[in-house]
């Protein structure tokens, strides 16, 4: 596991920027501006535990030069979960709920 001394001290961060797709106009709305879902994550620790994280962040990309990387084909809800387990080592959502079978197939991918 990564040394992380104190982890209330300044430490370097990334950021994770889950891109949500806009909402098509409907007969009754109109199209609605997608929310983007920003997760700022010690670097140590989700380089530990990803090589994809690894390699961007301490490659020559983009993402290594701006410690930001933006995914648009991802669930927000699923990458809290995986932020979730990084620091706890726990699967639980925000709620402190294990996830669903079909939530918990979905996040094996995410996280492979």
């Avoid at 609605?32 to 962040?57: E, M, N, V």
Wanted: glycine share 2%; with cysteine.
């Amino acid at each position: 596991m990564p040394i992380i001394d104190n982890i209330s001290t300044s430490q370097e961060c990334v950021t994770v920027i889950i891109m949500s797709p806009s909402t098509p106009p409907t007969a009754t709305e109109p199209s609605q501006k997608p929310k983007d879902h920003k997760f700022t994550i010690h670097r140590d620790l989700i380089c530990y535990y990803s090589r994809f994280f690894s390699t961007a962040f301490n490659g020559s990309f983009e993402e290594g030069r701006t410690q930001t990387m933006k995914l648009d084909d991802v669930d927000p809800q699923l990458f809290a979960i995986l932020v979730n387990w990084v620091y706890i080592q726990e699967v639980i959502n925000d709620k402190k709920e294990k996830p669903d079978l079909v939530s918990c197939a979905k996040l094996w991918v995410l996280a492979d």
